[in-house]
């Protein structure tokens, strides 16, 4: 059985994401991208830095969103004509997300906790309503416009890893900063950071067949952190894991959620236990919003 370690064994009197931050602030003082052009189409005021460390301003904005899918209404191979109909999996959700915050979104199967988070993350547009990504509207993108917003300002956990199996923990949590315009050394050395920060120091050259599920999702943790995103979110992160691991990789989101905005969509009662606020949900609709 593999021993989950505690990230916390690398705390030395401050949160390692202190030091992170300090490591990643000086990689990206070296590799600024240039502005986006599609970031003027946005709700951010001209004199506010989009992803300023220190703003105060909500990381993520959901207002009155509504988003609805359509089934059958075709012909299918071993159907007649079916009737259409129509779903709608997030029914006027508004919500408000914070740097800081853990928050969890729940509810019953069914209920819109995916749909939610794949428009939380920009991988999908509201029908109507609008969803603001520091400040940026969604919907205002193109499919490249959200991809990048994506890649600047969100970092995705899967319930399932989604790691490259023929890759080591360390160049599948580098492979993401590629596409920041980051060199292969610093690439290696922030993710070497970012894993030994998660407690995975001693894994470093493994593939993920050799590694604990508890120790892949770490990697998949580190791996969202790798561009230092605004918000992480996670699609049912401890879905897959014994308690042990679970409560591991709890700690470690609580643990980003001290720099960044987390958000966990989780039917894991244990997971809900530890959001510091909960968004239920209902048939697509919010149900309350309080203290799990
Ligand atoms: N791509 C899609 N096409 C058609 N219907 C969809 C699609 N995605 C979701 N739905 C429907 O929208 C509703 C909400 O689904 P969603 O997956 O968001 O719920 P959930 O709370 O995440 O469920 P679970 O906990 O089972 O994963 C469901 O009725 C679902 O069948």
New binding site residues.
């Given amino acids: 059985m593999t021993t989950e370690l505690s990230p916390h064994h690398h705390l030395h009197g401050q949160s390692f994401f202190d030091h992170l931050r300090r490591s990643l602030e000086n990689l990206c003082a070296a590799h600024t991208a240039p502005p986006n052009a599609e970031s003027t189409a946005t709700t951010t005021p001209p004199d506010a830095s989009p992803s300023a460390p220190l703003s105060q301003d909500p990381v993520i904005e959901c207002t009155d969103v509504v988003r609805a899918?359509?089934?059958g209404g075709g012909r299918g191979l071993f159907s007649r004509n079916t009737q259409a109909t129509t779903?709608t999996?997030?029914d006027s959700v508004s919500a408000t997300i914070d740097r800081g915050e853990l928050v969890g979104i729940a509810?019953?199967?069914?209920?819109?906790?995916?749909?939610?988070?794949h428009l939380l993350a920009a991988l999908e547009t509201p029908d109507s309503g609008q969803i603001t990504i520091t400040g940026t509207d969604t919907a205002s993108l193109s499919e490249r416009g959200r991809t990048r917003l994506r890649r600047e300002h969100v970092g995705i956990v899967f319930q399932r890893f989604h790691l490259l199996p023929s890759l080591t923990a360390t160049q599948n949590v580098a492979l993401p900063l590629i596409e920041h315009g980051v060199g292969k050394r610093d690439r290696r050395a922030r993710a070497q950071t970012l894993l030994e920060a998660v407690g995975l120091g001693d894994r470093l050259t493994h593939r993920p067949a050799t590694l604990s599920g508890g120790e892949q999702q770490r990697v998949a943790v580190a791996r969202a952190l790798a561009g230092d995103p605004d918000v992480v979110i996670a699609d049912?992160p401890t879905g897959e894991l014994d308690s042990a691991a679970s409560e591991t990789v709890l700690d470690i989101l609580a643990d980003v959620a001290t720099e960044h905005a987390v958000v966990v969509?989780s039917?894991d009662p244990a997971a809900i236990e530890r959001m510091d606020r909960v968004i239920r949900?209902r048939d697509?609709t919010r149900d309350t919003d309080g203290h799990a």
Wanted: proline share 5%; aromatic share 4%.
């Fill in positions: 899918y359509t089934r779903v999996a997030v509810g019953p199967s069914g209920s819109g906790k995916s749909t939610l988070l049912e969509a039917h949900l697509g």
